[in-house]
């Protein structure tokens, strides 16, 4: 089956804004069929990370906090974003212990996906911890205001079917995580 180039040409960037947390572009881009788009917006993030973090007895570290996108207090899995210099691995250890204080443990990296490949840059890696420990307290941002609780693995996946996960980066590793069990 012979594929057709789907690319697109840059034709020109520009940037808009340039911020720690937000960097956004303007390209004009051209597409294969000749159609020319002058105002196609992309937003550049790092990548980031996610955690699936399993207790030594079983229990399933979930955290809860407030995001302002959808002014809404969610469930949700331990994220964070790599920091220049970070494996993926490297920053979801670290995220693990700064948002619940729990290392160790037996790690594999899930799955990787794109957030929204049509506008963002980045990837988000998401992982599996098995056996993590209670080693110290947390050790939040300063705009971080986490509760973190343990639940069954059964009590997640109920969860997880009434759609008490809403952030689509947590609620991905998570259908896949339950559909290896």
Known sequence: MKQRELKWEIIS??????????TARRDAVRLPNGTVCEEYYV???PD???VIAETADGQILIERQYRHGHQSVNFEICAGVIESGETPLQAAQRELYEET????GEWNELM??????????NFCHCFV????EKTGGQ??????????FTFTKEEVHAMLQRGEF??????????KYFSQQ
């Open 13 to 22: 960037s520009e940037y808009l804004i340039r911020r720690p947390w937000l």
């Open 43 to 45: 937003l550049e993030y």
């Open 48 to 50: 980031w990370i996610n």
């Open 101 to 104: 204080g729990y290392t160790g």
């Open 112 to 121: 990787k996906i794109a957030p929204n490949s049509g506008t963002q840059t």
């Open 129 to 132: 911890a098995r056996g993590v």
């Open 139 to 148: 050790h939040l941002d300063q705009t971080e205001d986490i509760e973190v």
């Open 166 to 175: 809403i952030q689509a980066m947590m609620v991905a590793p998570l259908w």
